[in-house]
């Protein structure tokens, strides 16, 4: 009994010194004026001041992007386009194939009809207007599943184009069609192939079809490309494991005088090794796209910078003077905080006006490291409202919010050499873009615009 009025005697001891304790820190903070940033921080009289600048200096230049893994992406591209300002691009497929049934028996004396390459579109970038020729070939050499394909990798193919060059224009906002007895609910490309194939894959030992992986010692895959176009072109998105509309068919019938038409398929699964590898032929560019990306005249990139994705064009944005300009402006006892920054990426007017070419939704920014590797940056980890990086359709802009990176910057300037900007998702879209440097010839240049107070320790 005793205890327990004990133990209530000092619960009723703290909640009496906790409510006290409340009680007086309120009381405190009613007292406090709002009306000026940081008051009531520093002794009296000595309130923060902010400060804006927009003119740090920036260097830019744009680059190549010299490896990109492509491999399994959701996303695979496919076509040709030529861009008025960055040159020629090819986007090319090498996939294997995958079994939809194990133990395929074809007929005693099959006969195969036809032989169909269906590809599900997902969307476009470009011209569809441009017609496409597309070839496929039969792969002479086997895919790895452990090996690291990049925009680069080439595999053999045994020369034999089994597509006959066949031309499409893509269409992806037709949403139903009909080809044969298959109903499409979806944009598709139908691209006949060779009866040869099929022949030659009616006539595989019973064995190649016991496994996935005995088929793909057998049979190594595909190589899907176009043809390279003169002009316009646009780049298809397809969707490589949708498996209900992306598939290898065959048409056949068992005996020649089989009145039945019989169908199999193969398709590709996420277990199955299929890459993108991307061509580009930056020499058919314009003039000053060739002197700054190809010649490395990089003072260029002061005036107008380059963005392109499937593994082609990213830029550096470094800030040389910025730690010994943060530097200057403090004395002993005192030092700057950066309360906002915003580096600010306007559309040249260097930009064809195209409803085709049109911007990117979303732009990557990442930390260059003193031994080259790369990191998000720290304002990275608010979440994208704060952060930024999407394309402003009014402003014709990007924003990024870097504070956290450049206050970093001031407390080491070793922690970064520059930044690596790219669209989001360069290995698996199709997009591109110009920015206006930071001496563009126009009102609306890059810039970083910065808020920053002076602090007394």
Not at 83 to 99: E, F, K, R, S, W
Not at 285 to 294: A, E, L, N
Not at 352 to 380: F, H, M, Q, R
Request: aromatic content about 10%; charged content about 15%.
């Amino acid at each position: 009994m005793i205890s327990k009025l004990k133990t209530h005697y000092l619960l009723s001891k703290v909640f009496k010194a906790l409510f006290i304790g409340a009680l007086a820190i309120f009381s405190i903070s009613c007292s406090k004026t709002t009306e000026q940033i940081g008051n009531g921080l520093l002794p009296s009289g000595d309130n923060i001041g902010v400060f804006y600048t927009d003119s740090v200096v920036m260097t830019c230049h744009s680059e190549t992007i010299d490896s990109m893994t492509t491999k399994g992406m959701t996303t695979v591209l496919l076509g040709s386009m030529m861009d008025p300002v960055m040159g020629l691009t090819n986007a090319n497929i090498y996939t294997q194939l995958h079994l939809s049934s194990t133990h395929q028996y074809f007929g005693s004396n099959p006969v195969i009809d036809s032989v169909v390459l269906q590809l599900c579109v997902n969307g476009y970038y470009g011209d569809t207007t441009t017609l496409q020729t597309v070839h496929v070939y039969e792969l002479a050499d086997s895919l790895s599943s452990t090996a690291q394909y990049h925009q680069f990798s080439e595999v053999p193919d045994k020369g034999i184009d089994l597509a006959n060059g066949f031309q499409f224009h893509p269409h992806p906002r037709t949403t139903i069609s009909v080809a044969g007895h298959d109903t499409i609910n979806q944009p598709t490309i139908r691209i006949p192939l060779m009866t040869s194939l099929g022949e030659d894959l009616a006539a595989a030992d019973s064995m190649v079809y016991n496994t996935p992986d005995s088929f793909k010692r057998f049979f190594f895959g595909l190589k899907i490309c176009c043809e390279s176009v003169i002009e316009n072109g646009a780049i298809c998105y397809i969707n490589p494991t949708s498996n209900t509309v992306t598939q290898l068919k065959i048409y056949y019938r068992e005996t020649p005088d089989a009145e039945t038409q019989m169908r199999y398929d193969f398709y590709i699964t996420s277990e199955d090794t299929y890459f993108n590898q991307y061509q580009h032929d930056y020499s058919l560019g314009s003039t000053d796209f060739i002197q700054q990306v190809i010649q490395e005249e990089q003072t260029l990139g002061q005036q107008q910078l380059y963005l392109q994705s499937m593994g082609g064009i990213r830029s550096v944005i470094t800030f040389p003077d910025f730690a010994e300009w943060a530097n200057g402006l403090v004395e002993d006892g005192t030092h700057l905080i950066i309360n906002e920054a915003k580096l600010i990426l306007p559309a040249s007017e260097a930009l064809i006006d195209s409803s085709t070419l049109t911007p990117p939704t979303n732009l990557a920014l990442l930390n260059i490291k003193t031994d080259g590797g790369t990191t998000v940056l720290p304002d990275y980890l608010e979440g994208s409202n704060y952060y930024g990086g999407s394309y402003s359709r009014t402003k014709k802009n990007v924003t990024f919010r870097i504070s956290e990176y450049l206050q970093k910057v001031i407390q080491n300037p070793d922690y970064s050499q520059g930044l690596y900007l790219s669209i989001t998702g360069a290995s698996f879209n199709a997009q591109r873009w110009i920015i206006a440097g930071p001496d563009a010839d126009q009102e609306n240049k890059m810039k970083c615009e910065i808020k920053y107070s002076i602090l007394r320790e």
